[in-house]
């Protein structure tokens, strides 16, 4: 019974593709949203894209930046604005390794997911490091191979006795 309403509290509302594209990731933590509340029934609405967002910590904080949330139709002129840094809530410990492992070369921190959990929105951040051309190119060409014999198979089980 647990299970159901576990379901049904986690909506994804958003994917950033293209971060698993160009990035490797090594660790995720999850993270809450300081938000409007236009921006909550803009996010409830499906109405945000991660394309371009990306994190940092800034004076101990992190913050995630070009995150798109659409204006909600229904607010006042009192809206918020689309692309406005937002504040994510992490553990203490959670920052300070996050800092430390920012200042390494190479290193980044990406949205991943964008959802509703318990009512709650929250990100799902992805301590990445970016993909060379040459890598991004041979995980396509695996993804591709992977597809040519799932297919193979498939339609070798339908080749079967026929009537």
């Keep these: 019974m647990a299970g159901n309403s576990e379901n049904r509290a986690f909506q994804v509302k958003a994917t950033n ?10 660790e995720k933590y999850e993270a809450g ?7 909550i029934k803009s996010i409830r609405e499906g109405r945000a894209n991660l394309r371009d967002a990306y994190a940092t910590v800034v004076g101990g904080e ?3 930046y070009d995150m798109n949330v659409s204006p909600y139709m229904q607010a006042s002129y009192f809206g918020h604005d689309p692309l ?7 553990h203490k410990d959670e920052i300070k390794r996050l800092t430390g492992r920012i200042t390494e070369k ?8 964008l959802y509703i959990k318990d009512g709650r ?12 051309k040459y890598d991004k190119r041979r995980e396509i060409a695996k993804r591709d191979a992977e597809r040519e014999m799932a297919r193979a198979f498939s339609e070798k089980g339908r080749a079967g006795p026929r009537a």
């Design 84 to 90: 406005r840094p937002r504040k994510l809530l992490l």
């Design 106 to 113: 190479g290193y980044t921190l990406v949205p991943l997911r």
């Design 121 to 132: 929105a929250k990100v799902e951040l992805g301590l990445a490091r970016g993909r060379r």
């Design 62 to 64: 992190v913050f995630l």
């Design 17 to 26: 593709r293209k971060a698993l594209r160009d990035y490797d990731v090594e």
């Design 33 to 39: 949203l300081v938000l409007l509340g236009s921006e």
